[in-house]
Structures are given as C-alpha cells and as structure tokens.
C-alpha cells in the first residue's frame, strides 16, 4: 500500500486544480454542449441557459481526474463525465421546481424563467440523453453503476421530501439522504474512473471510497454555508434551507444543545417553513455551537477521502483529488 506522506506537495488549490484537468474539461465540455443540442428550441435555450450559468463542473472533473489517477489513457472517460454532469444537472433542475427555487448560482433557475411544467421535462431529457451516452459505451459494468445510482439518487430525492418539516429527523437519516442525493454520484464518477483503468478490485473500492467521503463532505459544508455565507458570494438566497423546512445537520445539532426557548424556536422554524426569524435561529445555531460541530463533521470526511486515495500510487492526480478533499470543506461557495 502506498501513503501519502502529510508534507506530499499538492496543486495549491481548485484553480490548480482545474488546470490540471483542463485539456479534459475541454473535451468535455465540448461534448456536452453537442450532445444538449436538439431540434426543440425550448431545450436548446433551457440548455444554453444551464451552460451559461456557469458551475464548476466538479463531478465530470472528478471522474476525468480519477481516471488519470487510475493510469487511464485511452477516451471513454470523456463521454462518461458527460453522463455525469448530465445526471447531475436533471438533478438540479428537477429540485429546484420541489424546492421553488428562484436563484441558483447567482441567476434565475430555469423553473423561474420558464416554470416547472419545462424544467422538469428538460430535466427528463437529460436523464434521457445520460443513457443514451451510456449505451454507446456497450459497457454493462459501467450501466450498472449509473442505473443503479440515478434510481439511489431518486430514493434520495424522496427521502428528504419526507423529512421536510420534520423537526425530529436524527443525524443518521440526514446522512441517508445525502449519501443518495450527493454522495452516491461523487462515487460513481471515481469509481467508473477506476473502473475504466482496470485498476485491481482494492484500489477500484478505495477510489469509490474516496467518491463517497467527499460527497459527504461536500454536501455537509454546503450545508453549513447556508448559514455562514451571503448569497452574493454563496449564489443563492441565505436560509434557503430553512425556508423550505430542511432540518439538515446544523439544525439538528443546534437542538441538540440550544436552550430550551432557542430549541422551541428551532422546532417551529423547521415545522412551518419561512425566514421570519431567520437572524434569531441563526443566532442560536451560532450560540449553540453547532457549526463548529458541524464542520469538523465535513472535515472528518475529508480526512477519509484522503485516507482511502493512500491506495493509489502517487501521482500529479492522485494530489489534485487530495486538494479537491480540501477544497470541499474550505470553500465559500
């Protein structure tokens, strides 16, 4: 087994990063402004809306960084991070009509602008399209993994519907949800990148570890800047969370140790939804001292991510995925 030393030199950060997987992006990108074409205008503009909008596109950049990690040379990878981001993106648009969202990544979502009768059919199209690209690759290993993860991410889906407006949803069942939601597609893109390489069944397992513990990571920080952001910086409405009634793990940990005024306060706020007293929870999420828990929970996971990449031998890429473990909790956005 290979380690990583603690003083192993990595790209400084996500933009070092980025440009590392540039000559990747780019194909990818390409690729995936082809493949969102159709002779539907509707989808043509709903889709140059979501290219415009920017993003980091990390999932694609994830796997492409996995495969080059995992010693892969060949081009399978390209259509593979398109899949991906495809998948991610019918996700996004399918919840910002559950969630009636109006701003994501600083503009108006596509439900806004066009309603949720079309984002919800675009968001289909790309689900459709994913698998389209997935059988061109005449790989069943590879449509396992994704058609088991889109059905994972769907359960996600209705899980957290469930737990809307639940003040007595516990840590364990907010990490159900996220593992479907977010986690299960992070793995899959380092996974299928070590799958592509052919790389020995423990290094194929440490790399879909790997996926895991950052989606973990990830999501719990994101989770935490809905309450430590601004939504300049953050590209979405502060306390969105709150406002849709989502008890994730601050909340949970603030009731864990607020007062007994500040938890009836919390409780109500989970229950009914809105950002009446948003300054009052935040100040009693603060007070209770639940973002400290909160992302020293996100940096555990990171330091798991971390953990399983000493399965892999030591290379420029291997480093990149061991910033962007990094990067997952020290971000603002």
């Given at each position: ?113 066009w309603g949720n009768a079309a984002s919800v059919l675009v968001g289909d199209f790309l689900y459709s399209r994913s698998f389209q690209l997935m059988v061109e690759l005449d790989d069943m290993r590879i449509m396992r993994i994704l058609a088991d993860t889109t059905n994972t991410i769907a359960e996600g889906e209705v899980l957290q519907l469930l ?146 990449l000493s399965m892999l031998p030591a290379s420029p890429y291997r480093d990149a995925l061991a910033t962007l473990a990094d990067y997952s909790v020290q971000r603002t956005f």
């Amino acid at each position: 087994m290979n380690s990583i030393p603690a003083d192993a030199p990595r790209p400084a950060d996500f933009a070092t990063v980025r440009a590392l997987a540039d000559a990747d992006m780019r194909r990818i990108d390409a690729l995936i402004r082809t493949r969102l074409a159709s002779d539907v205008v509707l989808i043509n503009q709903i889709a140059e809306h979501i290219i415009a909008g920017g993003g980091k596109r990390l999932r694609p950049m994830l796997h492409a960084l996995a495969a080059r990690a995992a010693g892969y040379h060949g081009e399978q990878h390209v259509k593979l991070a398109a899949v991906i981001e495809f998948i991610h993106t019918s996700t996004l648009l399918h919840d910002d009509v559950v969630d009636e969202s109006g701003l994501r990544r600083g503009r108006q979502t596509a439900n806004a602008l066009w309603g949720n009768a079309a984002s919800v059919l675009v968001g289909d199209f790309l689900y459709s399209r994913s698998f389209q690209l997935m059988v061109e690759l005449d790989d069943m290993r590879i449509m396992r993994i994704l058609a088991d993860t889109t059905n994972t991410i769907a359960e996600g889906e209705v899980l957290q519907l469930l737990n809307i407006g639940n003040a007595d949803v516990d840590e364990a069942a907010y990490l159900a949800v996220i593992e479907r939601k977010t986690a299960v597609l992070f793995a899959a893109a380092t996974e299928l990148g070590a799958l592509l390489s052919g790389l020995p069944a423990d290094q194929v397992s440490a790399l879909r570890r790997y996926g895991m513990e950052l989606g973990y990571a990830f999501q719990i920080a994101d989770d935490l800047l809905d309450y430590t952001s601004d939504a300049d910086t953050l590209g979405k409405n502060i306390g969105d969370d709150l406002a849709e009634g989502k008890p994730t793990l601050p909340l949970i940990y603030a009731l864990q140790s607020a007062t007994p005024e500040q938890v009836a306060s919390l409780r109500h706020a989970i229950e009914h939804g809105g950002l009446d007293s948003l300054d009052r929870i935040v100040a009693a999420i603060r007070d209770s001292g639940a973002l400290e828990r909160t992302r020293a929970r996100a940096e555990a996971h990171a330091n798991a991510a971390h953990e399983a990449l000493s399965m892999l031998p030591a290379s420029p890429y291997r480093d990149a995925l061991a910033t962007l473990a990094d990067y997952s909790v020290q971000r603002t956005f």
